[in-house]
């Protein structure tokens, strides 16, 4: 197997040399001191309707493309892969990674292999919108991930399972869907990725001050989640785990079966915060790349931003409440921008220490 992944590393970095320009000798990288990863965006990089990427490059100013053949594909145009982004001094990277595990991980991959860039001591920024938990904070909040949970299972459709099981998913190795009766030997080990803490804690200090902003569109919207308290809250800064699925799940039930799956593989020290498609591959990626030498998993944070809740309000079906739309979506990406560059700002600002020394350890 690591002859497999030899030869494809091999390969990889010799399509990526096809593509350096004259002036990016992989003798010589760039030495990168932060990359910004997002996951979609709407249309354009700059100038229309946001989509995760475009306040980074608007407003961090990063004017210069960079081709990325190991990147996701443009939609509508076949062959065309979203250019990386960077700024003039060429020290942030930003990406478009591509929504899903599959995109996240082979996006991630391709980057920390390409020999145009130094990554060794680049902080990594995953920033995204998510769903919430309606218990635990608010549209518009953002959270710091503490833990990252995967979802490998098993599964059967809920209506031939026992009538006493609250769902039809459940651990590889287990026999039901009780996080109470499973054993560490019944573990995917994929299913569990921890941040650094200390790092982490330090983001949250910078950040759980400010002041994220509203809307009374989505305040009002809010405000049906009356059995909720943390729902009603204007938005604000939080540490939680997030969990990672290709589902796109939704609903009373399945949230719950989130709050189960998180306590369990992160043995109760986690709280399931938020809902997304990649972090998983994100850092499944990281995680490999880390043993490649290539970048330091210590220097990872995930900040996910609240831009609809994981279930519907009172009154409301499941049904009706996936399809709607994110009305926090602009908030969400807002408070994204604002608590992921309020870190970067400070990583960067005494660069000399925080290239030798992580923050908070």
Not at 58 to 80: A, C, D, M, S, V
Not at 84 to 103: C, P, Y
Not at 287 to 298: I, K, S, T
């Amino acid at each position: 197997m690591r002859t497999h992944i030899r030869v494809f590393a091999l390969a990889l970095t010799a399509a990526l040399l096809c593509f350096a320009s004259p002036a990016q000798s992989p003798d010589k990288p760039w030495p990168i001191r932060a990359v910004i990863v997002t996951t979609f965006e709407v249309g354009n990089d700059t100038g229309d309707i946001p989509g995760e990427f475009q306040f980074w490059v608007e407003r961090e100013h990063l004017t210069e493309t960079l081709p990325f053949p190991g990147g996701p594909t443009i939609p509508g145009k076949p062959g065309q892969t979203h250019p990386i982004r960077t700024n003039a001094d060429h020290t942030i990277l930003g990406i478009v990674s591509g929504t899903t595990l599959v995109n996240a991980t082979a996006s991630m991959m391709a980057l920390g292999l390409d020999p145009r860039f130094d990554l060794t001591h680049a902080y990594i920024l995953i920033n995204g919108i998510a769903g919430v938990d309606p218990r635990i904070a608010s549209l518009g909040s953002a959270a710091w991930a503490d833990y990252v949970v995967n979802d490998v299972a098993r599964e059967i459709d809920p209506r031939e399972a026992p009538k006493d099981w609250p769902y039809g998913i459940y651990p590889s190795g287990a026999t039901r869907p009780d996080p109470a009766a499973v054993t560490e030997t019944t573990w995917t080990r994929s299913n569990l990725y921890t941040l650094n803490p200390t790092l982490t804690a330090w983001a949250y200090a910078q950040t759980k001050d400010l002041n994220l902003g509203d809307d009374p569109k989505v305040a009002a919207f809010r405000a049906g989640f009356t059995n909720d308290p943390a729902a009603r809250r204007p938005p604000f800064v939080l540490i939680g785990a997030t969990f990672s699925s290709d589902y796109y799940w939704h609903g009373t039930i399945m949230t719950q079966y989130a709050r189960d799956w998180v306590r369990l593989y992160t043995q109760g020290r986690g709280t399931f915060t938020t809902t997304e498609m990649e972090d998983a591959g994100f850092m499944n990626a990281i995680e490999r790349l880390g043993n490649m030498q290539r970048v330091d998993p210590n220097r990872v944070l995930i900040l996910r931003t609240a831009s609809n809740f994981s279930e519907e309000r009172p009154g409301h079906a499941a049904a009706e409440s996936i399809t709607a739309p994110y009305i926090g979506g602009r908030l969400a990406l807002e408070s994204a921008y604002l608590c992921g560059s309020t870190v970067l700002h400070k990583l960067l600002a005494d660069w000399p220490t925080t290239y030798s020394h992580i923050p908070g350890n």
